[in-house]
């Protein structure tokens, strides 16, 4: 059972209100290329991140825009921002970190910051045709310069998911890897 890899960047989740603040009302959040998921894609549209530490500048706003404003990061971006946010599930922001986020109009505070947990997403038909019904969980070996095997990959099932592999900059690099690469999943032993 194969899945393809995609390597997420930082980026930050936006909602509408968060949007039209930093960007004003009229600016609307346009389509600069469309991911692998379905409606998901990256917009044209970008904010810096600041904390009293550090800043990072031309962090890329992802559409469609949602209910919650997330910012998703790597440990390395953690570290550098001087902050120590979560691993977390999409949408768990109750132990985030607080960041600030500046637009071209505006800037404003949100406690947003987490590093995204491995996942899967996996449509309930792939679920069930891979014999994964009875999991939550999985294990994902690539055969790269550095073989690697992650553990505890948590399967994000939605209706219409393409199947793929979320992985951050870290774990990526770790293991000499890139986006496109296939990685073979695995029933996780019980022990």
């Known amino acids: 059972m194969d899945v393809i890899l995609g390597i997420s960047n930082k980026h930050i989740h936006l909602t509408k209100e968060d949007y039209e603040q930093l960007f004003g009302k009229e600016e609307k959040l346009e389509v600069d290329r469309y991911l692998l998921q379905p ?15 550090n800043r990072i500048k031309h962090v890329r706003v992802l559409g469609p825009l949602r209910s919650y404003t997330q910012l998703e990061i790597s440990k390395t971006d953690a570290y550098f921002l001087g902050i120590q946010p979560p691993i977390a599930d ?17 800037s404003i505070t949100r406690k947003c910051a987490i590093i995204p947990n491995r996942h899967i997403h996996i449509s309930p038909e792939q679920k069930k045709e891979m014999g994964l019904e009875d999991v939550s969980e999985v294990d994902v070996y690539f055969p790269s310069e550095k073989e690697t095997t992650f553990h505890n990959v948590k399967l994000k099932v939605l209706k219409d998911a393409v199947l793929e592999l979320h992985l951050d900059t870290d774990d990526a690099n770790g293991a000499f890897l890139k986006t496109g690469m296939k990685g073979r999943i695995k029933k996780q032993s019980i022990l």
Do not use: R, W
């Open 39 to 53: 409606e998901q894609f990256a917009s044209l549209s970008y904010v810096d991140i600041k904390t009293e530490k």
């Open 90 to 106: 999409s949408g768990e922001l109750e132990n985030a970190s607080t960041v600030e986020i500046i637009g071209p109009n505006s």
